[in-house]
């Protein structure tokens, strides 16, 4: 065993238990309900891989926690990250609760930008590409589900997915650790 599993190994846990818990709340249509859910179980596992990030930078290329336990944990947050907000914007807008002084359109765009800067913060933290690619992943699939219906928010999601990968790469590669990582 290592330190990471021995501290991931309750998170990983109750994050993925949410994530079940969550289709069921989706398929029962308990809109509210799979907000919190979802929410929960990306709190559940994004704090505690911030608490670690140290651990994880230093953690070698090659080891087998980078391969087996930060790469899967970290692209499950990254996954939750930007499917935690679109859960939100598509439940308030179903229930006609989002405030009147933004277009559903301008709250969807908000996300987007907040789900890019939470998602750049954890890659600086981090620093792994896991974590960025299921938000751009996520953000090219707002682009092809939005861009005929609502352009605007379309592309702005596209342009935020690029941004946010030349981010990421900028960020894991590019900047200077600090922490030099075991070969």
């Known amino acids: 065993e290592s330190v990471l599993i021995n501290r991931m190994g309750w998170p990983s846990a109750v994050a993925l238990f949410g994530i079940g818990l ?60 930007i499917a935690a907000p679109l859960n939100l914007i598509t439940t308030a807008t179903a229930f006609d609760a989002l405030p009147a002084f933004l277009s559903p359109t301008g709250w969807a765009i908000a996300a987007v930008a907040a789900v890019v800067l939470v998602g750049a913060a954890v890659t600086a933290s981090l620093r792994t590409l896991a974590y960025p690619l299921p938000i751009a992943w996520g953000l090219v699939g707002a682009f092809v589900a939005e861009q005929e219906r609502n352009p605007v928010l379309g592309f702005t999601a596209l342009g935020a997915a690029f941004l946010l990968v030349v981010a990421a790469v900028i960020l894991v590669f590019g900047l200077k650790r600090g922490i030099e990582r075991r070969r």
Do not use: E, Q, Y
């Open 22 to 81: 969550w289709i069921i709340v989706a398929a029962l249509n308990l809109k509210a309900a799979s907000v919190m859910v979802i929410f929960a179980s990306l709190l559940a596992l994004l704090v505690p891989l911030l608490a670690n990030s140290k651990t994880i930078r230093t953690t070698g290329v090659m080891d087998r926690d980078r391969w087996f336990l930060i790469w899967p944990l970290a692209a499950l947050a990254g996954w939750l990250t």
